[in-house]
């Protein structure tokens, strides 16, 4: 089946570093690729998108890059605070079907 | 802003009973989608709906799944006889028609299913 491999599964910041995650997929075809925060016993919600005819795309504190060639895609938080504590999950849809990452629980210490 | 909802929140049963899961999708939203999320884990595709038939299934949706749109608003998910391994989180999504739009998924709250 299709995979997509997320990287760290943990990752631990102080309150105002940045974090960043990371995500790789096998099937060059996607052309869409999300990133979901979960909060412990929420839904995920959508934080940020790239299509494929993107290199960066920037929200506040909060970026995604994608490099097609390598076929990863990354999220950048910075000046993170504690309300970022969560499970991030990065997805990719070659098709009509959504495959999510493993997950990063990211904690920031205040 | 327009929501997914679900119901039940909270669904526990006995081993071997059937289950169905509701969902009302956003109302202008033609794909449907479940998911499952076994606690601790990832969020994993089970099945996703358009024009009334199923569009994509996962490994996980064997014959003991199923699903319906039984009128123009819920979007159901049945379990046959449950299994203790699908306790788990079920997510309901929808996403629209059109062209980039129908990227952007919106999930429902869920509904934890506990099988005793």
């Known amino acids: 089946g299709e995979n997509v491999e997320q990287h760290p599964s943990t990752l631990s910041v102080q309150e105002g570093d940045s974090a960043v995650i990371k995500c790789t997929y096998s099937d060059s075809a996607s052309n869409y690729f999300p990133w979901y925060k979960q909060e412990l016993g929420k839904r995920p919600q959508l934080i940020i998108d790239?299509?494929?005819?993107?290199g960066e795309k920037k929200d506040q504190r909060i970026a995604v890059t994608l490099n097609k060639t390598a076929k990863h895609f990354s999220l950048h938080i910075t000046e993170t605070q504690p309300e970022d504590s969560a499970v991030y999950f990065c997805?990719?849809?070659?098709?009509?079907?959504?495959?999510f990452g493993t997950g990063t629980s990211l904690t920031v210490i205040p | 802003e327009p929501e997914v909802t679900q119901t039940p929140s909270h669904q526990v049963t006995q081993m071997g009973q059937e289950v169905i899961l509701r969902c009302v999708p956003i109302?202008?939203?033609?794909?449907f989608y479940w998911y499952r999320q076994i606690l601790g884990q990832k969020v994993e595709f089970l099945v996703s709906f358009y024009n009334n038939e199923i569009s994509e299934k996962s490994e996980i949706f064997d014959d003991q799944f199923s699903v319906e749109r039984p009128d123009g608003s819920n979007f159901t998910l049945k379990i046959r006889s449950t299994k203790l391994e699908d306790s788990a989180m079920y997510f309901c999504a929808s996403t629209a028609d059109k062209l980039v739009a129908k990227n952007i998924q919106y999930f429902g709250a869920g509904t934890r299913l506990s099988v005793l």
């Open positions: 790239i299509r494929s005819n993107v």
């Open positions: 109302s202008n939203h033609l794909y």
């Open positions: 997805a990719w849809r070659p098709g009509n079907q959504f495959y």
